[in-house]
């Protein structure tokens, strides 16, 4: 399970005051552990409603490189639909 994982992991890259697991924390570590997320994803596991302001932080706070792919799916009622995925960059 994604938050036993989660949960039992200390990132290295967030300082000492960010030990408990807040949003920011536990997007860190599921793109370490996982690569990418989605903003469904991101709700459904994690309860962040404002992916891009979290990975917002992720980038500027933390100096992660988060790439952001545009995407395109169909929502339940069939109809295309466009997100992105985020998901971990090279070294900037």
Do not use: F
């Amino acid at each position: 399970m994604i938050t036993e994982t989660v949960d039992n992991y200390k990132p290295k890259h967030l300082k000492a005051e960010d030990t408990k697991q807040t949003q920011v924390s536990m997007l860190a570590d599921h793109l370490i552990l996982h690569g990418s997320i989605t903003s469904i994803e991101a709700i459904e596991l994690y309860g962040c409603t404002r992916l891009s302001a979290r990975i917002w932080d992720l980038r500027h706070k933390y100096g992660m490189v988060i790439e952001a792919t545009p995407e395109t799916g169909k929502n339940r009622y069939g109809r295309p639909v466009n997100y992105v995925r985020y998901s971990l960059g090279g070294v900037a």
